[in-house]
């Protein structure tokens, strides 16, 4: 159900901005491990399908510490850049990590398993793990401008590098900015009608989510 009202309202959205191309534009981008263009800190050696008890989460790519293997805690690091002017509509991340781990973001903590007990698939039985992605809904998470990404992932047990894997979508609206005249030009009624129209469906979106 909320899947199809989340599609209804983005299809929406983006049928009343082609309508008025004053109105702006929506705009999707992805970010995670091995995801191009996002800006990220931290260990960033890609690891194979075969290194890892799981495929990664669909276009992304499991990083691990390599270079530092041992028992303890890596820290990554991993910041979203949005528009000022920006209205967030949609925003949803997958982590998996080997073996458990803390995820901030903006300074907030969403999961904190770091030494949860081990099962017996190589990493931790709560999630995040290694084995079955943790899903989040950062709708009310993200702000305007850089969003700030902190992974501290801990290997709990064996001397073996760390683990992430990370793949999120952020779809946000962006008004253009026309010059303002001193006299409404003609349609100026219907060009406000159909900007509010569109900031509405934004709205009506965002309650729906909660």
């Not at 290194?51 to 990083?63: F, K, N, Y």
């Not at 510490?65 to 209205?87: C, H, K, R, W």
């Not at 950062?138 to 590098?161: A, C, E, K, M």
Request: glycine residues 8%; proline residues 6%.
């Amino acid at each position: 159900m909320k899947l199809t009202i989340k599609l209804t309202m983005i299809a929406a959205l983006a049928t009343a901005s082609s309508m008025l191309a004053l109105a702006g534009q929506i705009v999707t981008v992805n970010f995670g491990t091995g995801v191009t263009g996002t800006q990220m800190a931290g260990p960033d050696a890609i690891v194979s399908d075969d290194d890892e008890p799981t495929l990664p989460i669909a276009g992304s790519e499991w990083v691990t510490s390599v270079l530092f293997p041992n028992i303890g805690v890596t820290q990554y690091e991993m910041a979203v850049d949005i528009p000022a002017n920006a209205t967030i509509i949609d925003a949803d991340m997958g982590v998996m990590v080997d073996d458990s781990g803390e995820v901030i973001m903006n300074n907030t903590v969403l999961v904190n398993n770091i030494y949860s007990p081990q099962s017996n698939t190589y990493c931790a039985q709560s999630l995040p793990n290694c084995r079955t992605p943790l899903y989040f809904d950062l709708s009310h998470n993200f702000t305007t401008l850089q969003n700030l990404f902190v992974f501290i992932v801990s290997q709990d047990v064996y001397y073996t590098p760390t683990g992430l894997d990370v793949f999120g979508q952020v779809t946000y609206y962006i008004p253009d900015n026309p010059t303002v005249a001193a006299t409404p030009e003609p349609g100026t009624g219907m060009t406000m009608a159909l900007m509010g129209g569109l900031l509405s469906f934004i709205g009506m979106y965002k309650k729906v989510r909660v």
